[in-house]
C-alpha cells in the first residue's frame, strides 16, 4: 500500500552488503543493481520467521528464496541468485535481525571440552571473496569458461542429491546379495549423472579450434564421454571457484586448556537463525 500513513514506520535497512558475483550470473531483470555496488538488507519480519520455521519450505527450498526476497529488495528473483552469494546474504539477514554476535558451540579437539563461544559474523563475512570466473580452464586445445549455479539449480541438485541418499538406504536393507549389488550399480550411475548436471550447468562454454559450444546437451555428452582426469579436473576446478565465497573457519581457544583451533560456521537456516530470540 503506496499511500499507507504508517509506511515510514516500516522496517529499514540494518546493513549493506557487497555480493561475491559482483551482481553478474544474475538473470535478466532479477536484480536491481545500485550504484555503488552494496544492497541494502532489511532484519526479517514475524512472517519471514514462521517460514523458516516451516520444514516444508526448508526441505524444498522455498524457505531461503522467501526470506532473500523479503530482507534483500534489490533481489527480484531469489531463485536466480548465483550460488555464491548466498552465504553471504544469510549471513547479512543474520546480523540485520539479530545482531552480529552468533553463539557457536564447539569441541575442543585437544581436551575435549565443550563450550560456547561468540563469533562476531562481521568478521566472517570479510572472510569472503569474490570469485574470478574469468579465467578459463585451458586442457589441451580445450578452454573451459565456467559460471556459478543459480540457487534454482544448486537447490535441485541438492533435492537429486537427498533422494540418493534415501535410495541407499534402500540398497542396505535389500537382504539379497545380488539384489544389493544390482541396487549399488544403479546407485552410482544416477549419483554420477547428478556430478555431471551440476558440473554441465556450471559450464558457460568450451572453446576449440573450430567452435564455440554453449549447448547443455553436447556438453553434458562431453563429461560422460572424456577421460577420467579430465572429468576431475573439470570437478576439482569447480569445488575451488565456489570455495573462495564461502565463509572460512573461524579460530577459537578453549576456554580450558587454551589450545587453538579453527571451526566451521555453519549456515543451515533452521540452526542458524533458530537460537536468536
Not at 75 to 81: A, L, S, V, Y
Not at 119 to 128: F, P, Q, W
Not at 163 to 189: C, G, P, Y
Request: hydrophobic letters at 35%; charged letters at 25%.
Amino acid at each position: 500500500m503506496q499511500n499507507n500513513p504508517l509506511r515510514q514506520y516500516f522496517r529499514q535497512p540494518a546493513i549493506y552488503v557487497r555480493l561475491p558475483s559482483q551482481g553478474q550470473f544474475y538473470p535478466p531483470g532479477s536484480l536491481t543493481e545500485t550504484a555503488n555496488g552494496e544492497y541494502p538488507v532489511l532484519p526479517m519480519t514475524t512472517r519471514d520467521e514462521i517460514t523458516y520455521r516451516t520444514p516444508d519450505a526448508l526441505f524444498n527450498g522455498s524457505a531461503v528464496a522467501e526470506v532473500i526476497g523479503s530482507c534483500v529488495p534489490n533481489i527480484r528473483d531469489p531463485w536466480g541468485t548465483p550460488n555464491i552469494d548466498l552465504d553471504t546474504l544469510l549471513i547479512a539477514i543474520r546480523i540485520a535481525s539479530y545482531g552480529h554476535q552468533l553463539d557457536v558451540g564447539s569441541r575442543c579437539p585437544s581436551c575435549s571440552n565443550e563450550a560456547d563461544y561468540a563469533v562476531d559474523l562481521r568478521r566472517v563475512l570479510e572472510t569472503i571473496k569474490p570469485s574470478d570466473y574469468t579465467q578459463p580452464l585451458e586442457l589441451g586445445d580445450l578452454s573451459v569458461r565456467f559460471r556459478p549455479l543459480s540457487y534454482r539449480q544448486a537447490n535441485a541438485n541438492n533435492m537429486a542429491q537427498f533422494e540418493q541418499q534415501k535410495n541407499m538406504q534402500v540398497m542396505e536393507q535389500a537382504q539379497d546379495a545380488d539384489k544389493r549389488a544390482a541396487l549399488l550399480s544403479e546407485l552410482l550411475r544416477k549419483l554420477t549423472d547428478v556430478t555431471t548436471a551440476a558440473m554441465s550447468d556450471s559450464i558457460e562454454c568450451i572453446s576449440t579450434p573450430d567452435a564455440t559450444v554453449t549447448d547443455k546437451e553436447q556438453i553434458t555428452d562431453w563429461l560422460h564421454n572424456c577421460d577420467r582426469g579430465t572429468f576431475n579436473r573439470v570437478r576439482d576446478q569447480v569445488v575451488s571457484m565456489r570455495s573462495s565465497s564461502e565463509p572460512k573457519p573461524v579460530r577459537l581457544k578453549c576456554v580450558n586448556c587454551s589450545h587453538e583451533y579453527e571451526q566451521p560456521v555453519t549456515l543451515d537456516l533452521s540452526n542458524f537463525f533458530g537460537d536468536a530470540s
